[in-house]
């Protein structure tokens, strides 16, 4: 079974740690994206975990890499 791919979607407090729980389940899910609408906590993210950074949600909800969104926003 491959890791499913998540999207982060709110990048505060409670958002980096779904980010961080989910990610420690590497077997079982693989972030690939964040969204935020304040670019730091978006550069923040994509520096520590590689992955694509968004700060406008239609990008962020049409990148077909994303195929479960966890919303903490």
Known sequence: MS???FGAWGLGRIGTVH???FSAQAAMY??????????PKVAKLV???HCAGYTRPEEFLAD???ELVVIAT
Do not use: F, Q, S, W
């Open 3 to 5: 890791a499913i791919r």
């Open 19 to 21: 980010a961080k729980h």
């Open 30 to 39: 693989d972030l690939v994206a964040g969204c935020d609408c304040e670019p």
């Open 47 to 49: 520096a520590e975990y």
């Open 64 to 66: 077909p890499e994303v």
